[in-house]
């Protein structure tokens, strides 16, 4: 059974910092691209970031030089470092898995986590 769990979410001030984490089992997934999704309230799910199996990696413009991401294949663990939050970072934070030709389309991801929501207060 594929599992993806994310955590590490919460409130945070702004210009704070938060890591989520996303542990994954149940298939192998050393082969395959991880990304991070977002969704405000109201609003569709956006790209965040994505690493490839060759960890390759991408960001949206808006959180370039704030955000990491990156994997433990061994742990089968993936993160999300976020540093200088912003209010307009607050949303739930999903993380997927797939290959994708295009590392922020969504619908190219096959396995999606439940979520974890991350609120940065001004």
């Known amino acids: 059974q594929v599992q993806l769990v994310e955590s590490g979410g919460g409130l945070v001030q702004t210009g704070g910092s938060l890591r989520l984490s996303c542990a994954y089992s149940?298939?192998?997934?050393?082969?395959?691209?991880m990304g991070w999704f977002r969704q405000a309230p109201g609003e569709q799910r956006d790209f965040v970031a994505a690493q490839t199996m060759y960890g390759a990696t991408d960001y949206t413009n808006s959180v370039k030089g704030r955000f990491t991401i990156s994997r433990d294949n061994t742990s089968n663990i993936l993160y999300l470092q976020m540093n200088s939050l912003k209010p307009e970072d607050t949303a739930i934070y999903y993380c997927?898995?797939?290959?994708?030709?295009?590392?922020?389309?969504?619908?190219?991801?096959?396995?999606w986590g439940q979520g974890t929501q991350v609120t940065v207060s001004s």
């Open positions: 997927a898995a797939g290959v994708p030709r295009s590392l922020d389309r969504e619908t190219e991801y096959v396995y």
């Open positions: 149940g298939h192998t997934f050393t082969h395959y691209t």
